[in-house]
């Protein structure tokens, strides 16, 4: 027995010894290339099953009955893949390793300043989501009503447009897939603020800059407004519409390959009935009334490709009287009819090799009939003596092009190289006649041609860099500028970053204050721009102080009772510091977000007698949004408060040489509370028929008296506040939308 | 006694000719066994470890989905008993490659739609008000897909009873709506047969556990 015992243990130290003779240990550690030790980074020896993952120290080791010549792998995402040959020869081999982290999306550091960005991307500059932009309390469904809860961006409720950090409405430009948009909002009337002309629905992303942004844009002294439309819809779709002011009803078609779609719809627009509910200021001969309408296709090109066209058409007219505020007893009458049409052709496509072409059309018509004229307490015209001026009309035509594209090379890892060319036609025709019956035509026609390249240099995850330059050549002015940009991002910890940003920014004189006689030259702006940001985990911070300096303003004089431009000798600048800071994550369910911007700013433009802090811009501007979803109800609930200090204002009088102040003061803060409901009752219903958005809300709910400013009388003794055309104002409004294989039975199930 | 030597003798022979596709049963099943060990010690981490094990044998063998799948089932497992929601795009991502891979060498095969759904929803999971009308009917459409891909296969149906009675009533999920999916899981893990030894078998006790909490 013993002996047995004696050869089945030989057997088994042979055993033993020929399998210990057979394996080699590999260990070692994997550390990043700042000597942090990496866990849970697998190891493979490659095209065998042996391998291990690092442990919390970074170490790994095992065993491999491999032989001779092999190659050791190591791989983590994010991080460039090690690869080295070892001999195994059954000593313990000991491979330390270091992986050079690779620049991606997800961890590198991103140009923020200046901009906030709402999308679905995973990127830092993302600080609202697509849907904030329906769901803040303030924004009345109007794409610039929520950025103006964002800091930078002026309370400015008797006109319409952002003003950005001192600059005036015109100092934003819009771009929807990368061309320029005329006509973004309605046509303006006197002291009311216009909408948007289109949806926040057909948009994906917003990318709102307050300065210093890329040199693919141009034209815009302050800020630029990039939106990006929708691709494929997700399925075919019939949707209607109604609300106290509207009713609306539209179609998507996805064809069955999912390679494209089409689809079109209208609205219709009444005022009638809101404003016999809700007295309004004005007296309305003419209700607004709206008709719009539109139309898209979207076609996958290729894997990569996709060309996308969207068509609008819009007409609409209102005319109303208030109290003349030059001769008691008598009205103001004033009357406009819009009718404007944009068609927007965009492609993308990679061209391979890392190539990858964008490029898009838009042509704008756009006509507005304006008529004023004053009236006895009958509704009879009068023309009074010395107020004669006040009948008149205008007819405006405007003809638009736009064309750009822009070639982009992708580089090693996120690094870029972008370049292109842009071309703006424009052609305002005018004919103004006055009460005699005169006419006096005017025509101003345009042609700016760009050329732009920027980089994006990414030198790690941690800095990165982006710097370019446009020309722009004005065949009007016959002139030609110079633009640089550069704007660098430094990634300090996790989720925070410091950011700088630079740039001269270019704007032609506003057409409306041309033909002048004299040679004019681009206005200028630069921005400094330096920022703070902390995102972690539900929640984010940032901060931004500015400095903008701006040369070349307009100044205007009065040429036959005209605003006209005289020369380029205006100058400015605005200083500040804005603060920004959301929260998803301390309550649960609940939402918030705070801004808070401090403006310094002082401008000699237009007819201003010397440089005044203008009377579109506040000291102060806050915001807090707030929003809630109470699954119980399925609903959500949103209020949001905007405050303004009290912005200066002035009546600025000619005496026939010079401007000079007849008036001026301050007006009061300026405080709104909005609060809005959405009723979702499909919300998670499985396989639902329809999905249903039902919507209240309300805007200044604690009837606070709110002042924008003061019109002054002709001869500038009487002076009126400038207030909204109603206090509170109460939208409600329904939402349906079919998902197009299921209305039939929805139709049939008697809805 | 002499049997027992000849038969280790015969046992070391027989481990150093181990023919390829030996070698590959021996290791998944170790893999197997390994997942279920680390579920039953609640090792979440050591899952990672196991999907890296899976993937090195994926892409030695280049012929084998199942590594693929498997890994990609040991990332999405993590990260579902991790849940740290801002973590699971990144995980979501590396799942997706490896049922890309797998996806390659087995078309439409029921397991891999349903890992697909499973990923998907994920991501939903990071930003739910955000994602869901995007990412709502795709979890959908993967699961479809995995029920009708095979009938006989359970793990679509207790996802989707899982998936239900973890959304709250108002949003139409709840044991009420959960029970149904998950007593036909029951139903069908009682006479399911994995084609092979090597096949998907997981997820009865789990569902065992998730219809007793759904009485």
């Known amino acids: 027995m013993k002996r047995v015992r004696n050869i089945l243990f030989l057997v088994f130290a042979a055993l033993l010894s020929v399998l210990a003779n057979g394996q080699t240990t590999v260990k070692g550690v994997v550390k990043d290339n700042k000597g942090k030790a990496m866990p849970g980074i697998s190891i493979t020896l490659k095209d065998t099953y042996d391998g291990a993952t690092t442990d919390s120290s970074g170490k790994y080791s095992f065993k491999t009955t491999e032989k001779g010549e092999q190659l050791i792998v190591a791989s983590s995402i994010g991080y460039k893949s090690f690869e080295q040959k070892i001999i195994l020869d059954g000593t313990t081999q000991t491979i330390d390793i270091s992986l050079k982290e690779e620049i991606t999306e997800l961890r590198a550091v991103v140009l923020t300043a200046g901009t906030f960005e709402a999308s679905d991307r995973k990127r830092a500059a993302v600080v609202l989501d697509p849907i904030d932009i329906v769901t803040t309390a303030s924004a009345n469904g109007d794409i610039t009503g929520a950025l103006k809860t964002l800091p930078g961006a002026q309370q400015v409720g008797e006109s319409e447009g952002l003003y950005v950090r001192g600059g005036t409405a015109a100092e934003t430009k819009t771009f929807i897939d990368g061309t320029l948009v005329n006509n973004f909002f309605f046509s303006s009337v006197p002291n009311i603020a216009q909408f948007g002309r289109f949806s926040p629905f057909i948009f994906k992303g917003t990318v709102f800059s307050t300065g210093g942004y890329s040199a693919l844009y141009g034209q815009a002294l302050s800020s630029a407004l990039i939106l990006e439309s929708i691709d494929l819809p997700d399925q075919s779709s019939a949707n209607i519409g109604l609300t106290v002011l509207s009713g609306s009803v539209g179609y998507q078609h996805l064809a069955k ?200 240099i990414y030198i790690t995850n941690d800095v990165a860099a982006k710097a370019g330059t446009r020309f722009e050549h004005s065949a009007l002015l016959d002139k030609t500028n110079i633009a640089p940009r550069l704007s660098i991002a430094y990634k300090l910890g996790k989720g925070s970053q410091a950011s700088l940003a630079y740039g001269i920014f270019y704007q032609n004189p506003e057409r409306r204050y041309l033909p002048s006689t004299s040679s004019l030259t681009f206005m200028k702006a630069t921005h400094y721009i330096a920022q703070f940001q902390k995102v972690a985990n539900q929640q984010s911070f940032r901060t931004e102080l500015f400095y903008k300096k701006y040369d070349n303003l307009l100044k205007t004089a009065q040429t036959t009772g005209q605003e006209t431009a005289i020369n380029n000798n205006g100058f400015g600048d605005a200083k500040g510091i804005e603060f ?171 809805l | 006694m002499k049997k027992t030597i000849f038969f280790l003798v015969a046992t070391f022979l027989v481990a150093t000719s181990f023919s390829q596709s030996e070698k590959y049963i021996a290791a998944m099943k170790k893999n197997i066994a390994d997942i279920d060990s680390a579920l039953i010690k609640n090792d979440a981490a050591r899952l990672v470890d196991i999907a890296a094990s899976f993937e090195r044998i994926g892409d030695a063998e280049k012929t084998q989905w199942l590594p693929f799948y498997y890994a990609a089932y040991c990332q999405i497992t993590f990260s579902f008993i991790k849940n740290d929601p801002a973590s699971n795009d990144g995980i979501a991502d590396k799942a997706d490659q490896l049922l890309a891979k797998a996806e390659a060498l087995e078309k439409s095969n029921s ?3 349903l890992l697909k759904a499973m990923s998907a929803s994920l991501r939903m999971l990071v930003n739910p008000m955000e994602r869901w009308m995007d990412l709502g009917p795709k979890i959908q459409n993967y699961s479809q897909d995995a029920m009708t891909q095979d009938p006989t296969n359970p793990r679509p149906y207790w996802f989707s009873g899982v998936s239900l009675k973890n959304t709250p009533e108002q949003f139409g999920g709840g044991c009420g709506t959960a029970k149904p999916q998950l007593d036909k899981a029951m139903e069908l893990f009682g006479t399911f047969k994995p084609a092979s030894e090597l096949h998907p078998n997981w997820g009865k006790q789990v569902c065992e556990r998730d219809a007793a909490g759904c009485k």
């Open chain 1, 257 to 456: 390959n999912k390679k494209y779609s089409w689809g079109g719809s209208y609205s219709y627009t009444n005022l009638g009935l809101a404003f016999a509910v809700i007295k309004q200021r004005q007296d309305y001969q003419k209700v607004p009334a709206y008709h719009n309408a539109d139309a898209n296709f979207r076609i996958k090109t290729s894997k990569t490709g996709m060309l996308k066209y969207y068509g609008y058409f819009s007409n609409n007219r209102l005319a109303f009287t208030t109290n003349s505020i030059d001769s008691l007893g008598y009205k103001d009458r004033f009357a406009l009819g819009n009718t404007n049409v944009y068609h927007n052709l965009a492609w993308r496509e990679n061209l391979g090799s890392r190539w990858k072409l964008n490029m898009g059309v838009s042509y704008t018509n756009n006509k507005d009939d304006i008529s004023s004229s004053m009236q006895d307490n009958n509704k009879n015209e009068v023309l009074l003596g010395g107020l004669e001026f006040k009948r008149f009309n205008v007819d405006v035509k405007g003809n638009y092009f736009n064309a750009k594209f822009v070639l982009e090379k992708r580089l090693k890892g996120l690094s870029a190289l972008r370049f292109g060319s842009e071309y703006n036609y424009s052609n305002d025709k005018s004919i103004y006649t006055d009460y005699n019956g005169n006419k006096y035509p005017g025509s101003v026609k345009e042609h700016i041609n760009s050329v732009f390249a920027e980089a994006d």
């Open chain 1, 580 to 750: 920004f800071w959301r929260d998803k994550k301390t309550i649960k369910n609940f939402d918030y977000w705070i801004s808070y911007s401090y403006l310094d700013t002082k401008r000699d433009f237009l007819n201003f007698p010397f440089a005044i802090t203008p009377n579109f811009a506040a000291k102060h501007t806050a915001s807090l949004v707030t929003k809630k979803f109470v699954q119980k109800w399925k609903m959500n609930l949103n209020a949001a408060y905007n405050f303004a200090s009290g912005r200066p204002y002035y009546n600025i009088g000619f005496d026939g040489a010079n401007y000079k102040f007849n008036d001026r003061g301050t007006i009061p803060d300026y405080h709104n509370v909005s609060f809005s409901i959405n009723y979702l009752p499909f919300i998670g219903k499985k396989n639902p028929k329809a999905f249903a958005v039902y919507v209240l809300q309300v805007s200044n709910i604690f009837n606070i008296k709110q002042t924008y400013g003061y019109q002054y009388s002709y001869n500038g003794y009487r002076k009126e506040a400038i207030v909204p055309t109603s206090r509170m104002f109460v939208f409600l409004g329904a939402f349906i939308s079919f998902g197009v294989d299921r209305s039939d039975e929805v139709i049939n199930n008697g």
């Open chain 2, 111 to 113: 397991e891999i739609s």
